[in-house]
């Protein structure tokens, strides 16, 4: 007997193959290699922030997949008999389950049974999961129950060899983006689910008060079978940055048993930035909407929430749109609230506000120069007319220099450069703003000066960069009328040694607890006290603010003619997002000091209120609490059209200068600062400049921007740093800082 094999059957019979190597059955919703995978992403209440829109980006950009958006009402109607694969956001779990109601949550959950992929996180993750006081809609179809958790970081999750087997998701440590996100703990069998952890927490975090169960070692990821269905879900959100894509690939893998190569939208060099309000549900509609302009590419872009508004995203946008999303008509969301003054700012500067639907009410009350748009067509109709109209020339300066402006002086050198606060200062008219590298600072340099900056990075490194006699320098300059701001690393430099053996200058009555840097990182509350809020004026009681691996104060021994006060307190218990292994408990330790030591004065900040744009106030509050005068809000906004770069750091004047002095006032070019080289960053940027030639920068990211038609600029100032940039194939090379801005310029 002869068989005749079609090139379908083929296909057919190689997806079977490929799903039984992984332990599982063709189920009869997953369609054939030749037709797209379809994935319906959910939009409705509860699946809201940014998880939702980078959602609806990846599948919607991706090859092979047919991505629709779909609310409860859908569901209630049918709309998942269309659909391979359900994709349920992050946000509030117990909205999404009661906006489902009980026929969705049916639904959804027959959906599955019959045959279905279900992905999910976050609150995706927890909707499965078993019901509870506090989640009492959940649909109980994993064996998992809601365990301790909290807080927002960047985490360590290890991935286990099953994970690796399943879904080609490499096994091992990996940082990953969580936000409140549960604790998976076991609980009783569930009838017809096969479901078994492939990724557990690695470290742990609570910004709580009270102490609670660690959560290191439990589990944050699971996948597995219901009835004839696949699920994957995650407790932290792979979806929010680029370089963890590979683990969403692995969750479809898993799912549906074929390679789905996902994409995120990059910018085509000098495109307009538009930002795309994402604070509340969108709704089937504006999730359309979005899903055309991805496609259509013909501006970037962004995401825009509140807490990225905080963050300082408007500095970098050109426009912003406000859809008419469900419950945006709220007032204290997004672009209003706490974030009115930003978003003024942001029309001043020339920035467009383009509102329709539900929204346009708010925003029409809170920002009466807004433009008000009858649907989504006449908005980007008017968003077109505003990016093709004249732009306006640039602000005119600033009133006359003070007659006598305040001396800054910022260290750079090894363990250390600020580019946040010295890019503040170098648009004011009320400071000077030099740079000085150790040897400076050991020959007497802080004479000229009034305050001295002394950056983040590393401590131990800056001391030995002093010397002794530097650090002495540093001592005889405060105690004799000088002012010192120290942040994290120039706050460990500037308190007692505790213990551990690293070095410090022994100038203020505090010492660091152990273990200090091997917290970590993440967002963390500081409560100031009475003094603090004297030095604060207006300011919340409670801030949150960017900790990484800064000091939690104790006090030390005292320190003669000083009178150094608390004025911040960690209101938070435990943060190790680093490792398994417990730390000390920060509650209720110093984060803020102040005070006088001899005649000078120091403010010394173990977070960092330089990182984000909702605590510059916190910063100018600082410069003026140590020299009287108030630093003016950070200043060399973006113009329309300017040209997105990044510049990578180097920790040396001429970089410094460059910086300060050519690039930030350039109205041409609108500049973001980075350490290192963030791939969600290039997704956003036209150039890159490599003040610092590091091997490890040249990833496999920058060589996709550079294919992309993203320009970078390598200065090598020398032969060794010519050899190592003639590698980084596509870069423009220069030797000097003052060929950097002509290249950027070509068209």
């Known amino acids: 007997m002869m068989f005749s094999f079609t090139g379908k059957t083929v296909a057919a019979a190689i997806a079977a193959a490929c799903l039984a190597s992984l332990g599982l059955q063709a189920a009869n919703s997953i369609p054939p290699p030749d037709e797209p995978v379809r994935v319906a992403v959910f939009t409705d209440r509860g699946a809201r922030n940014v998880g939702a829109f980078r959602w609806l980006e990846l599948t919607t950009l991706a090859k092979g997949v047919e991505s629709f958006p779909v609310d409860a009402e859908g569901i209630r109607a049918g709309a998942l008999e269309k659909a391979n694969v359900l994709v349920m956001p992050g946000g509030k779990s117990v909205q999404e389950a009661a906006v489902l109601g009980n026929k969705g949550r049916s639904a959804v959950k027959a959906f599955i049974k019959n045959g279905g992929g279900y992905i999910g996180t976050c609150a995706g993750c927890c909707l499965l999961m078993e019901p509870s006081k506090g989640h009492p809609k959940m649909l109980g179809i994993i064996p998992y129950k809601f365990g301790p958790s909290g807080g927002s970081a960047d985490m360590a999750v290890a991935f286990t060899r099953r994970a690796e087997e399943l879904a080609g998701i490499k096994r091992g440590v990996q940082k990953m983006r969580y936000a409140e996100g549960p604790v998976l703990l076991h609980s009783l069998p569930v009838p017809d689910a096969d479901v078994e952890p492939v990724a557990y927490y690695n470290s742990d975090i609570n910004t709580g008060r009270e102490p609670r169960q660690s959560m290191a070692g439990q589990v944050a990821a699971v996948c597995g079978t219901y009835g004839k269905g696949r699920l994957f879900v995650t407790a932290f959100h792979p979806e929010s940055d680029v370089e963890d894509t590979p683990v969403i690939e692995g969750m479809f893998k898993f799912i549906t048993g074929r390679k789905v190569k996902l994409e995120r939208s990059r910018r085509k060099r000098g495109q307009a930035a538009v930002g795309f309000r994402c604070d509340d549900s969108f709704g089937v509609e504006t999730a359309k909407l979005i899903q055309r302009l991805l496609l259509e590419n013909s501006f970037e872009i962004q995401p825009v929430s509140s807490s990225l508004v905080k963050k300082g995203v408007l500095r970098h946008l050109d426009a912003v749109l406000v859809p008419d999303g469900v419950g945006s008509q709220k007032d204290e969301t997004g672009l209003f609230g706490d974030n ?53 020339p640039p602000p005119a300066a600033a009133s006359s220099p003070a007659s006598k402006p305040l001396r800054v002086a910022s260290y750079i050198g090894p363990g250390g450069a600020n580019f946040t606060i010295t890019a503040m200062l170098a648009g004011s008219k009320e400071f000077t703003l030099d740079f000085l590298t150790p040897g400076d600072i050991a020959g007497g340099a802080l004479k000229n000066y009034d305050l001295l900056l002394q950056p983040g990075g590393g401590s131990s490194t800056q001391y030995k960069a002093l010397g002794e006699k530097g650090c002495k320098e540093i001592i005889s300059f405060v105690r004799n009328g000088g002012s010192y701001y120290g942040v994290c690393a120039g706050a460990f430099l500037a308190s007692q040694n505790n213990g551990n053996g690293n070095p410090r200058m022994g100038l203020v009555p505090f010492a660091a607890d152990v273990p200090g840097h091997y917290r970590g990182g993440a967002h963390f509350p500081v409560e100031l006290t009475e003094e603090g809020r004297e030095v604060f004026p207006g300011s919340p009681a409670t801030r949150s603010i960017l900790y990484y691996g800064g000091p939690a104060f104790e006090p030390g021994e005292p320190v003669p003619d000083s009178d150094m006060k608390v004025l911040g307190r960690y209101a938070g218990s435990i943060i190790n997002v680093c490792q398994p292994s417990p730390v000390e408990p920060m509650c209720g330790k110093a984060a803020l000091v102040g005070g006088r030591v001899g005649k000078g004065k120091v403010f010394l900040s173990c977070p960092h209120p330089e990182k984000e744009d909702a605590n510059m106030d916190m910063v100018r509050g600082a410069i003026k609490f140590l020299t009287g005068t108030m630093p003016p809000p950070a200043g060399f906004p973006r113009m329309r059209g300017a040209r997105s770069v990044i510049f990578r750091t180097a920790h040396s004047k001429d970089a410094a200068y460059f910086y300060t002095r050519t690039l930030l ?67 423009t090379i220069v030797r000097t800082f003052d060929e950097v801005s002509a290249v950027l310029k070509r068209p």
């Open 340 to 392: 009115l003054e930003r978003t003024r700012e942001f029309a001043q500067r020339g920035g467009a506000v383009i509102a329709w639907g539900r929204s346009a009410e708010t925003v029409r009350k809170n920002l009466p120069g807004a433009k008000i748009a009858a649907n989504s067509g006449e908005a980007l109709s008017m968003l077109r007319e505003f990016l093709d109209s004249p732009v306006n």
């Open 665 to 731: 006032p350039d109205p041409d070019f609108d500049v973001i600062s980075a350490g290192s080289i963030d791939e969600n960053d290039l997704l956003c940027a036209d150039a890159v400049v490599l003040a610092k030639i590091d091997k490890k920068d040249w990833t496999r990211a920058m060589k996709d921007f550079v294919a992309a038609g993203g320009l970078v600029v390598a200065v090598a100032q020398n032969e060794e740093d010519f050899k190592s940039a003639s590698k980084f194939k596509g870069a």
